[in-house]
């Protein structure tokens, strides 16, 4: 699980991020970011709605592998941002752990929130 220091506390920072963050998506995720000068970390949540999955252990299983994915992936976070995942269908319960991190891996990579390597 990923440390409290990089969550989110409190709806009003979900709000922000929701009507003034960028927006990534693919077929089971979408990605919303907004940068945040007021912080010294990140901070990660990850929204997976009763209509996407009607069970909470499911939901809580997805939930669960996104915040460890995110918690390897945080040092490599190129800037301050606020992150949410939101979880647009329920196939990623059942996929393979690498399978969900090539997901999460190029929907991070098209919004640009990874260093990049200087040569």
Known sequence: ???SLFRFHGHNSLRYVYS????????????KWAQNTHR???RVS??????????AVGRNRIRRRLYEYMRTALPRLNDTYDIVII???AE???ITYAELTDQLEQLL????LFKTSKN
């Open 87 to 89: 979880v647009t269908s």
């Open 20 to 31: 003034n963050g960028r927006a990534v998506r693919s077929a089971t995720l979408t990605i």
């Open 40 to 42: 010294h970390n990140p």
């Open 46 to 55: 990850i929204v997976v709605s009763k209509k996407v999955l009607k069970g």
């Open 92 to 94: 990623l319960r059942t």
């Open 1 to 3: 699980m990923i440390s």
């Open 109 to 112: 990579a098209k919004a640009e």
